[in-house]
C-alpha cells in the first residue's frame, strides 16, 4: 500500500529551524548548583550529562533519600526555572537556518499545516520564533511543559496530530537528532533528517533509518523537492 501524501509538517526547533545559541554548559551548571544543595553527591553529576538525565536520576535519589513527592516537585521546580532563565538568553538571540524561510514558504503555498515539538518551553520556543520571525507559520507547539511525555515518547507527536486535526500517517517529522527520528519511526510517520553540527553526546543511530538525509546545504532545494515527494 502506498503511504498516503503528507497534510503537515512537524519540525524540531534548536538545530533545525532555528540556532537556538543557548549555553548548555550554563544550564546544567545551574542545574547540579541546585541538586547538590538538596543532597546529590558531585560524583553523581557531570556539565556534559545531558540535562534530563542529571534530572532523572537526581529523582530517583531523591526517592531513595525518602523525600516527599511534593519536595521533589518543588526542587525540580527550581531547577526548570533556573534553565529557562538560560533558555530565554537564548531565545532573544536565536537566529534563522539559511534557506528555511523557502521551506516554510512552499509549505504553506500548499496547504501544509506546520507545528514545532520541543524539549524547550512553550514561551521559550515562541519567543525563539518571533525573534526570527517565523512564529505565523506554526499552528501548534508542543514544549516540556505542554505534555508529561517527550520525544521520542509518541505521546509527543500525538499531542500535536490531534490538535492540527491529521493522522500520524499523514505527517512528516524533520529534525537533526536521533530523537527526532525515533519519535516519527515510533508512530510509523515518515521522517527527514537534517545533518547539523551537534555535540556528540546527543545520539544519532536512528538517521540511517530515516525516509531521507539531508545535508545543511542542500536547504531549501533538495529538502523542497523531498517535501514535494510526500505530497503525491
Known amino acids: 500500500m502506498s503511504a498516503k501524501p503528507i497534510k503537515a509538517i512537524i519540525w524540531d526547533l534548536d538545530g533545525t529551524l532555528i540556532d537556538f545559541k543557548i549555553n548548555s554548559i550554563k544550564a546544567r551548571r545551574k542545574a547540579i548548583k541546585i541538586l547538590r544543595n538538596y543532597g546529590i553527591s558531585k ?51 536565536a537566529t534563522l537556518t539559511d534557506g528555511i524561510i523557502d521551506v516554510l ?21 515562541r519567543t525563539s520564533l518571533e525573534t526570527v520571525g517565523i512564529n505565523h507559520y506554526f499552528d501548534v507547539v508542543a514544549g516540556r511543559d505542554d505534555i508529561k511525555n517527550l ?32 519519535a516519527a519511526l515510533k508512530t510509523h510517520s515518515r521522517s527527514i533528517a537534517l545533518n547539523t553540527k551537534i555535540p556528540n553526546f546527543i545520539k544519532r543511530e536512528t538517521f540511517k533509518e530515516a525516509d531521507k538525509i539531508i545535508e545543511l546545504d542542500e536547504i531549501p532545494n533538495e529538502l523542497i523537492k523531498t517535501l514535494e515527494e510526500f505530497l503525491l
Do not use: W
Open 43 to 93: 560524583e553523581a553529576l557531570s556539565s556534559k550529562t545531558p540535562l534530563l538525565e542529571i534530572v532523572r536520576s537526581s529523582r530517583e535519589t531523591f526517592i531513595k533519600l525518602g523525600l516527599t513527592h511534593e519536595k521533589i516537585k518543588e526542587i525540580i521546580k527550581e531547577v526548570n526555572n533556573a534553565v529557562i532563565l538560560v533558555e530565554h538568553e537564548a531565545a532573544i538571540k
Open 105 to 125: 514558504e512552499f509549505a504553506k503555498e500548499n496547504d501544509l499545516k506546520q507545528a514545532v515539538f520541543t524539549y524547550n518551553t512553550h514561551r521559550n520556543a
Open 151 to 182: 520525544k521520542p515518547h509518541p505521546d509527543h507527536l500525538k499531542y500535536i496530530c490531534e490538535r492540527m486535526d491529521v493522522n500520524l500517517d499523514e505527517i512528516v517529522v524533520i529534525g537533526d537528532t536521533g530523537r527526532d527520528i525515533e
